[in-house]
């Protein structure tokens, strides 16, 4: 896990770039939609990390203990 977590970070987003990149070799307007995709899986990954942070905020707040994953 050392090791692993930093070379995610670094390999991912030079993937995308790569994937990019290729799809604007094979044809221009592709990678258009291939960053529009992106875009909206980031928007939609960052609403949620928002929401999460939001409620997390509010339940410290009100004083609700914290919840615990897997205690359904």
């Known amino acids: 896990m050392r090791i692993g ?3 995610l ?3 991912t987003p030079l993937g995308v770039a790569g994937g990019l990149y290729e799809a604007y ?4 307007g ?7 995709l ?6 939609a990954f960052a609403q949620l990390v928002y929401t999460i942070r939001r ?4 339940d ?12 359904g």
């Open 5 to 7: 977590k930093p070379l």
């Open 9 to 11: 970070l670094i390999i």
């Open 25 to 28: 070799r094979l044809a221009g």
């Open 30 to 36: 592709l990678v258009l939609l291939m960053a529009a």
């Open 38 to 43: 992106i875009g909206m899986l980031c928007a």
């Open 55 to 58: 409620e997390q905020r509010d």
């Open 60 to 71: 410290r707040a009100r004083g609700a203990p914290p919840e615990r994953p897997g205690q």
